[in-house]
């Protein structure tokens, strides 16, 4: 049997987890042109409160949910407290989210503590299916993926096909001339912010499930989501696909060719699309 | 100090307006009022003119002044509450939103079904934006955004106006055809705010003229006069 369509499938699934994580980013980061660096610090708190309330309730669908909700009401924290005042003002945003972040990885290392923890999903899940071509693979991962697929998909028709949708876009392009038309911006820029911090709230109850939750990876997901945003082109949810998928896949890759250089050739992934395309795949030029 | 029109009709009455670029004092005591009757603002490049509209919109802070808008002040709002009040803009250069097709353009207005100004008035009144309503904003050409531009405003139905330079850049045919538009909204009552610096366009279509010379209101004249004294067009915009 020939490993490359499985490594292949786990670059996929792995692309999965990146773009639950950054397609909330690419909507904060395209909408609000500020950085927001506490998306990591969503990412591992959702992915602690889903092991929870998975593990207390024996409940892996309330944890997805529970890591959703409470990401995002982080979120909106942030948002609305601490951050609303200073929105143009880049420097300052980087600076609170920066804050946030710091306090927020030791807040979790105190009280979840320094060891691997892993969100316990149901029994009759945890089977492998016999896919042709690959053989056995594990059942969980491909539910993950669907999820991905599925909320891609719904985020992109909001986007493309509501008036809401209608609103963020216009926002994107102009957001002045939006509010001119009668929109108040800033609440919109609420329900984006606090929508991306529940996506990737999500996203790390899902990264829980597959791998161990572990201090340190609000900074690495907060990487490779910016890595994603970047290769995609910021503020397109397709880009965020696309830009997972490839990030996902050239680690998996890179990890069975070369394994000492998996880290530095997902940034060489960076560098080259820079080099060619400075707005991403899907970006547009500023 | 010009001579205004004193408030009583007056729907926008804009007193003593002071903006600053950093150290430059780019609008200086700006003081005018006007009923619904169309104003046009004229002026050279860099004299003012949209940093005055910009102000008025919220999209600029202001140093002092204020702008009454059937009575309230507007400055210091934020732009989506200036257009809630009543007032709506025509940008300069159109600032058509790229990744939205003309028929998102309108419906994210949310005008109200029984409004004067809802989509199906706007396609009945501007049939090409009907013809291309699936085709996104960027693909339009200059006069189709221009119409769509103020079919945008037009959506909020306004009892202000303000349209900023919508003759630039288009071709005579196209210029007539916003001159009928304009004409036709001042006969349905439209109160129109005109920034222009085509002295024709807003001479055919103003009753009043304001011109705008660094910074200040230098005259404030019947649009006839101006119309036919070159010496006036002359000493405000430097043509003959």
């Not at chain 1, 020939?2 to 996929?12: C, E, Q, R, V």
Request: charged content about 15%; glycine content about 12%; some cysteine.
């Amino acid at each position: 049997m020939d490993i490359w369509p499985l490594i292949l499938l786990n670059g996929l699934t792995l692309g999965a987890v990146y773009f639950v994580a950054s397609s909330g980013l690419t909507l904060i980061f395209g909408l609000m042109r500020v950085i927001t660096l506490a998306h990591g610090t969503s990412f591992l708190f959702g992915g602690y409160l889903g092991y929870v309330v998975a593990a207390a309730t024996d409940n892996w669908i309330l944890g997805l949910l529970a890591g959703l909700v409470a990401a995002g009401l982080l979120g909106l924290f942030t948002h609305q407290v601490l951050i609303r005042r200073f929105q143009d003002d880049d420097m300052r945003v980087a600076l609170i989210t920066l804050g946030v972040a710091v306090i927020g990885t030791d807040l979790m290392l105190a009280v979840f503590g320094g060891t691997a923890t892993q969100v316990p999903f149901p029994q009759n899940l945890q089977v492998a299916l016999d896919l042709p071509v690959i053989g056995e693979y594990p059942l969980i991962r491909l539910i993950i993926l669907a999820i991905a697929i599925v909320l891609g998909l719904a985020i992109y028709f909001i986007i493309a096909k509501t008036r809401f949708g209608s609103i963020v876009r216009a926002g994107v392009d102009d957001a002045p001339m939006t509010s001119a038309t009668g929109v108040n911006v800033r609440v919109v820029f609420a329900v984006i912010f606090a929508v991306g911090s529940a996506l990737a709230g999500l996203a790390g109850v899902i990264s829980g499930t597959l791998f161990p939750l572990l201090p340190g990876q609000d900074g690495s997901y907060l990487l490779f989501s910016l890595v994603v945003v970047i290769v995609g082109g910021m503020g397109s949810i397709p880009g965020a696909a696309i830009g997972s998928a490839l990030v996902g896949i050239v680690s998996q890759f890179a990890l069975v060719i070369a394994p000492t250089y998996a880290f530095v050739l997902t940034f060489a992934l960076m560098v080259i699309v820079l080099a060619v395309r400075p707005q991403g795949i899907m970006g547009r030029p500023a | 100090m010009p001579e205004t029109v004193k408030p009583g009709g007056a729907i926008l009455d804009v007193q003593d307006l002071n903006v600053y670029y950093g150290r430059v004092h780019v609008l200086q005591d700006v003081s005018f009022s006007m009923g619904a009757e169309p104003l046009g603002v004229l002026g050279r490049n860099g004299m003012g003119k949209s940093t005055l509209v910009k102000a008025l919109m919220g999209f600029i802070p202001t140093e002092s002044g204020t702008a009454a808008f059937e009575g309230q002040n507007i400055i210091g709002l934020p732009s989506y509450k200036i257009n809630r009040r009543g007032i709506a803009y025509v940008p300069q250069g159109r600032r058509i939103f790229r990744s939205l097709t003309v028929h998102e353009h309108l419906t994210m207005v949310g005008a109200p079904k029984n409004a004067r100004w809802n989509i199906e008035a706007i396609y009945e009144t501007f049939p090409r934006l009907a013809e291309r309503k699936k085709n996104g904003g960027a693909d339009l050409s200059g006069g189709e955004q221009q119409m769509l531009a103020i079919a945008r405003a037009l959506l909020s139905n306004p009892r202000l106006l303000i349209m900023d330079e919508p003759s630039e850049g288009l071709a005579p045919t196209i210029v007539d055809h916003i001159a009928e538009v304009f004409r036709s909204l001042v006969s349905a009552g439209q109160a129109v705010l005109l920034i222009e610096q085509n002295l024709r366009f807003a001479t055919e279509l103003c009753d009043r003229i304001l011109f705008m010379v660094n910074g200040q209101i230098a005259a404030d004249l019947p649009a006839t006069q101006v119309a036919r004294d070159s010496a006036v067009q002359e000493k405000f915009l430097g043509v003959v």
